[in-house]
């Protein structure tokens, strides 16, 4: 008998994770499937990030969003890059662009030619004056590429700072005007179906009853279907990443808004700060075996640029995924899944990913095997790809001075990344797997950020004369910073287009 079709979803949880997925599924599958959404205005729930990467520009064109109006309803701010300091060494910085660096010189990459043209005096200028987004985050300018008509370059991909309370009520007002029905309620219950052990309902306190064909778990760390209900198991990856508590406070703004997010290396882990439209994101990631709650409360403090806003927020996590991201007939998703933390701005894309995939694989009630183990594969690999980018910021580092970073330098880390390491030491190199998610800018931009220089450039580029390298290089460069110095300050640029309105931010909350 061939198994009927989906005919009713249940999203567990809301947040950013529940709302993404209440509002891409109800855009994309046309009120063919009724979807659900249970939530309790009780449980407190978790941002995962108010800095994000650009692939959420293309979620937001998938469920039909209109860019300013998401600008000016979540107080968001463009971001073109993460400013590093202190990482490498204290008193050093680098910055990660999302721009690539350069145009083509030769059939070798570009920072091919930088290597073999830079002589260590500057001759060539730095690889981040190559890089168009970078220069304007130096400068405090931003354009749309559309909009950056004097620009030799037409690509400069940006991404958002926003506030992921906002961002969640925005999402949430788009999946009801769909059909989406929210339910209040907290859930005190999984029935799940003899024989097979699916999940068949969830009980709420009320004694509402709620079932569903597939259910999706956005519950947050404690994954109540996931792991309460279908004990999957979770693979820890704190011996890697051993930060596993986060405190967060907001503060008043004070001057413009970087277009950039800035993370700075403390003794036991790292700062971050976020600027929105109406106030400033702080926050400190930190190792609870080197750092008490109350210090590491005292410590983001006294670094705030202005007064605080609200209350801390206290978190705590273990790194790490879900054995299965998707198990028998419920598919989890934001930190129901798992959790790498937010240094690189993963968490939201890592949502949005897993719905693409689940619509490469959507089921019916046969629930195939195969489709699952291939789904789990393909969210397997992009954890993994995600989790080895963020060790290389904790391991290739010249920092002694704390015994957090003497454990990271020192300890061992996977293959993968080892043989990602070794690779660009020899020639420079980076091998991009498939669907990998950072591309080979990203690699550059942080291997060598963090001291990871090779020792010796592609062979390719003696093709073209040393000569007539620098002389492009040095066109290239005069190019980007003329064109960028043309662009407007970023903050004129949101208060022309896309300046948020008076809001009550009273419920606005601290978000990771």
Same mark, same amino acid.
């Given at each position: 008998?061939? =198994?009927?079709?989906?005919?009713?979803?249940?999203?567990?949880?809301? #947040?950013?994770?529940?709302?993404?997925?209440?509002?891409?599924?109800?855009?994309?599958?046309?009120?063919?499937?009724?979807?659900?959404?249970?939530?309790?205005?009780?449980?407190?729930?978790?941002?995962?990030?108010?800095?994000?990467?650009?692939?959420?520009?293309?979620?937001?064109?998938?469920? #039909?969003?209109?860019?300013?109006?998401?600008?000016?309803?979540?107080?968001?701010?463009?971001?073109?890059?993460?400013?590093?300091?202190?990482?490498?060494?204290?008193?050093?910085?680098?910055?990660?662009?999302?721009?690539?660096? #350069?145009?083509?010189?030769?059939?070798?990459?570009?920072?091919?030619?930088?290597?073999?043209?830079?002589?260590?005096?500057?001759?060539?200028?730095?690889?981040?004056?190559?890089?168009?987004?970078?220069?304007?985050?130096?400068?405090?300018?931003?354009?749309?590429?559309?909009?950056?008509?004097?620009?030799?370059? $037409? @690509?400069?991909?940006?991404?958002?700072?926003?506030?992921?309370?906002?961002?969640?009520?925005?999402?949430?007002?788009?999946?009801? $005007?769909?059909?989406?029905?929210?339910?209040? #309620? /907290?859930?005190?219950?999984? /029935?799940?179906?003899?024989?097979?052990?699916?999940? @068949?309902?969830?009980?709420?306190?009320?004694?509402?009853?709620?079932?569903?064909?597939?259910?999706?778990?956005?519950?947050?760390?404690?994954?109540?279907?996931?792991?309460?209900?279908?004990?999957?198991?979770?693979?820890?990856?704190?011996?890697?990443?051993?930060?596993?508590?986060?405190?967060?406070?907001?503060?008043?703004?004070?001057?413009?808004?970087?277009?950039?997010?800035?993370?700075?290396?403390?003794?036991?882990?790292?700062?971050?700060?976020?600027?929105?439209?109406?106030?400033?994101?702080?926050?400190?990631?930190?190792?609870?075996?080197?750092?008490?709650?109350?210090?590491?409360?005292?410590?983001?403090?006294?670094?705030?640029?202005?007064?605080?806003?609200?209350?801390?927020?206290?978190?705590?996590?273990?790194?790490?995924?879900?054995?299965?991201?998707?198990?028998?007939?419920?598919?989890?998703?934001?930190?129901?899944?798992?959790?790498?933390? =937010?240094?690189?701005?993963?968490?939201?894309?890592?949502?949005?990913?897993?719905?693409?995939?689940?619509?490469?694989?959507? =089921?019916?009630?046969?629930?195939?095997?195969?489709?699952?183990?291939?789904?789990?594969?393909?969210?397997?690999?992009?954890?993994?790809?995600?989790?080895?980018?963020?060790?290389?910021?904790?391991?290739?580092?010249?920092?002694?001075?704390?015994?957090?970073?003497? /454990?990271? @330098?020192?300890?061992?880390?996977?293959?993968?990344?080892?043989?990602?390491?070794?690779?660009?030491?020899?020639?420079?190199?980076?091998?991009?797997?498939?669907?990998?998610?950072?591309?080979?800018?990203?690699?550059?931009?942080?291997?060598?950020?963090?001291?990871?220089?090779?020792?010796?450039?592609?062979?390719?580029?003696?093709?073209?004369?040393?000569?007539?390298?620098?002389?492009?290089?040095?066109?290239?460069?005069?190019?980007?910073?003329? $064109?960028?110095?043309?662009?407007?300050?970023?903050?004129?640029?949101?208060?022309?287009?896309?300046?948020?309105?008076?809001?009550?931010?009273?419920?606005?909350?601290?978000?990771?």
């Amino acid at each position: 008998m061939t =198994p009927a079709p989906v005919q009713r979803i249940l999203i567990v949880g809301g #947040g950013t994770a529940g709302w993404m997925a209440a509002a891409a599924l109800s855009h994309l599958l046309g009120g063919a499937v009724r979807i659900d959404l249970v939530e309790s205005e009780a449980v407190g729930t978790v941002g995962v990030g108010e800095a994000t990467i650009p692939p959420i520009k293309l979620f937001n064109q998938l469920i #039909g969003v209109d860019e300013n109006t998401f600008i000016r309803e979540t107080q968001a701010t463009f971001k073109l890059g993460i400013a590093f300091q202190d990482w490498f060494r204290q008193g050093h910085g680098y910055f990660h662009p999302f721009s690539p660096y #350069g145009t083509p010189v030769g059939v070798a990459a570009f920072h091919q030619y930088w290597l073999r043209a830079n002589d260590g005096r500057g001759a060539v200028g730095a690889l981040g004056d190559y890089s168009p987004g970078e220069v304007a985050a130096r400068l405090g300018r931003f354009a749309r590429p559309a909009d950056a008509t004097h620009s030799p370059f $037409a @690509r400069m991909p940006y991404a958002f700072h926003f506030d992921a309370g906002l961002y969640a009520r925005f999402l949430r007002r788009q999946s009801e $005007a769909r059909g989406v029905v929210r339910h209040e #309620g /907290q859930i005190s219950d999984v /029935q799940l179906r003899e024989g097979d052990g699916f999940i @068949r309902a969830v009980r709420l306190e009320d004694g509402r009853e709620l079932a569903a064909d597939f259910f999706i778990d956005c519950s947050g760390f404690r994954g109540l279907l996931i792991e309460g209900a279908l004990k999957t198991g979770y693979e820890d990856w704190s011996h890697w990443l051993p930060a596993d508590r986060a405190v967060a406070m907001p503060c008043g703004r004070v001057g413009p808004p970087a277009p950039y997010t800035q993370s700075t290396a403390l003794a036991a882990g790292w700062r971050w700060r976020i600027p929105l439209q109406h106030r400033t994101g702080n926050g400190y990631v930190y190792s609870s075996a080197f750092l008490s709650d109350d210090e590491a409360e005292a410590t983001l403090r006294t670094a705030l640029d202005g007064p605080a806003a609200g209350e801390p927020n206290f978190l705590r996590f273990t790194t790490g995924r879900r054995r299965k991201t998707w198990n028998k007939n419920c598919l989890s998703l934001g930190l129901a899944s798992g959790f790498v933390e =937010p240094l690189e701005s993963t968490s939201i894309h890592l949502i949005q990913s897993g719905l693409s995939k689940l619509l490469l694989s959507f =089921p019916d009630t046969g629930f195939a095997p195969a489709d699952i183990e291939n789904y789990n594969r393909m969210m397997q690999a992009e954890f993994e790809r995600v989790r080895d980018f963020i060790i290389l910021h904790y391991h290739a580092t010249e920092r002694d001075d704390a015994p957090l970073w003497r /454990q990271v @330098r020192t300890m061992a880390v996977p293959d993968s990344l080892t043989r990602k390491i070794e690779l660009f030491r020899s020639r420079g190199r980076v091998f991009h797997y498939e669907d990998e998610l950072f591309q080979e800018a990203s690699w550059i931009a942080v291997l060598m950020g963090q001291g990871v220089f090779p020792a010796r450039c592609d062979p390719l580029t003696e093709i073209v004369p040393q000569d007539q390298v620098r002389h492009r290089l040095n066109e290239i460069r005069l190019a980007i910073r003329r $064109a960028v110095e043309q662009m407007p300050t970023h903050e004129n640029y949101i208060s022309s287009r896309c300046a948020a309105g008076p809001l009550a931010n009273a419920d606005a909350g601290n978000r990771v």
